[in-house]
């Protein structure tokens, strides 16, 4: 298994529509987790921390299974603005102070 | 307000030519990184720095330098010796670099060369 990997999508979803991502990874060891958004040609921003079983922060939830070694974004109530590009954030390799960042899975929210 | 900024948001540079990219921050942070982000890729990791005048390789390393004098500065080098330097440059700092703690990323550099 790959230290982490996405789907990359695109996920055209249409306003007001749920959309879930999912993201497996592979160090077991892993405590924390993050979700960023990344707009086109634009830095990364923090969207959530995942510490234990999930967070939850207005229209965004994140779950995280740790005998499956998955964690998901669920978005509820889609907006046009939340079209970017999500990343999965892990722990590196065992005993590493680095951060792994996924490939990314597309979103478009269409009118 | 507190932030990391990066400079220039755009360069050019001739094959052959060293270029450095200024990274800081006022955010107090101990930990620096440096990433590079090609087209429909992941962030790849350069350099990183836990604290003043320590600095370790990343994942590609090579054809990169880089220096940490201050705590608030981490400029990057990219040397001729970089096979292909062209692609988005990104700084993130955190408070230190246990890999609890997220990082909060500068507006990147963009560098082609011609």
């Known amino acids: 298994r790959k230290e982490v990997e996405q789907d990359p999508g695109p996920f055209n979803v249409p306003e007001g529509a749920t959309v879930a991502f999912n993201c497996t990874y592979s160090n077991s060891a892993s405590q924390s987790f993050f979700w960023y958004r990344q707009d086109c040609r634009k830095e990364p921003k923090l969207l959530m921390s995942?510490?234990?079983s999930g967070n939850e922060d207005g229209r965004f939830t994140a779950q995280l299974n740790r005998a499956s070694q998955y964690i998901s974004l669920l978005i509820r109530d889609s907006k046009l603005s939340d079209s970017a590009t999500y990343l999965c954030v892990v722990p590196g390799r065992a005993g590493s102070y680095q951060l792994t960042f996924g490939k990314g899975t597309k979103l478009s929210v269409i009118p | 307000d507190g932030g990391i900024t990066q400079s220039p948001k755009y360069l050019f540079r001739k094959e052959g030519q060293n270029v450095t990219l200024s990274c800081e921050q006022n955010l107090n942070h101990d930990a620096m990184y440096w990433y590079r982000q090609d087209p429909g890729q992941g962030l790849r990791l350069i350099y990183y720095?836990?604290?003043?005048?320590?600095?370790q390789k990343g994942d590609i390393a090579e054809g990169y330098s880089v220096s940490r004098e201050k705590k608030e500065s981490f400029p990057l080098t990219v040397t001729s010796a970089q096979k292909n330097p062209t692609a988005f440059y990104l700084c993130?700092?955190?408070?230190?670099?246990?890999?609890?703690?997220?990082?909060?990323f500068g507006p990147g550099t963009r560098l082609t060369v011609l």
């Open positions: 720095s836990q604290i003043v005048n320590d600095f």
């Open positions: 993130a700092s955190s408070i230190s670099g246990a890999s609890y703690n997220e990082q909060f």
């Open positions: 995942v510490y234990s």
